[in-house]
């Protein structure tokens, strides 16, 4: 098993721009997650889907969008990229047990830099 | 205030000295609790749960204290390869949904 894995692993893009960026886990988790990470800064939620064809916002959802089409992917889409949204970019995903402490797994990140 | 607050350190210690990290939150809902460890540049990884009696694995040890939303993480015998920012995670969700709030990290070093 591959677990989560992202696409890109680094992106440089100037302001205005747009980009997807793919998260694909395959061990049938029916919770996806997107978090960003900065300096000074804990993980912050983004978006997230609790199942396939379901998104919800998170705490900071402006100038991101999301789609999970099908349950193994999880798609974070920049419309028009801004230079505040330079960060590292994390996807996890987690199982659908009942108990509170099951555990996400988080993919390896995306870098990007908006210019 | 953060609702999920750690002093960053770093925590410069030799191999071998036993460490302690500490944690408090400021929602009193919240559910769950987590340490997850972050190597430099990687994803974060779940070091262990943190259960309302107190838990031990190997050299790990995590408390709770709900009445003063205080979370501890006392490290034994610590080694080289533990050289990490250890996250403290509260989860404020609702039965099996998660909603996981980070604190910024704490940063360890153990030198030889």
């Known amino acids: 098993n591959a677990g989560v894995t992202q696409t890109p692993k680094f992106r440089v893009l100037k302001t205005g721009q747009s980009m997807t960026l793919l998260c694909a886990q395959d061990?049938?988790?029916?919770?996806m997650y997107w978090y960003r990470q900065d300096p000074g800064m804990g993980l912050r939620l983004i978006h997230y889907?609790?199942?396939?064809?379901?998104?919800a916002k998170g705490e900071v959802p402006d100038g991101y969008n999301v789609s999970r089409l099908k349950k193994q992917n999880f798609l974070l889409g920049l419309e028009s990229a801004a230079p505040s949204q330079t960060s590292v970019y994390f996807c996890a995903s987690r199982g659908d047990g009942r108990g509170s402490y099951n555990e996400q797994f988080f993919g390896p990140g995306t870098r990007l830099t908006v210019l | 205030r953060k609702e999920v607050e750690q002093d960053p350190g770093p925590f410069n210690v030799p191999e071998g000295a036993t460490v302690a990290f500490n944690c408090t939150y400021s929602n009193s809902a919240s559910q769950s609790f987590f340490w997850y460890r972050q190597d430099c540049r990687k994803e974060p990884k779940l070091l262990m749960s943190v259960y309302s009696s107190g838990n031990e694995d190997g050299r790990f040890t995590a408390q709770l204290n709900r009445a003063s939303q205080y979370i501890s993480l006392l490290i034994r015998d610590s080694k080289l390869s533990d050289s990490a920012t250890y996250l403290c995670v509260v989860n404020q969700g609702l039965g099996g949904f998660q909603k996981l709030v980070f604190g910024t990290g704490t940063r360890l070093l153990v030198s030889p």
């Open positions: 061990m049938n988790h029916e919770y």
């Open positions: 889907s609790v199942g396939e064809g379901t998104t």
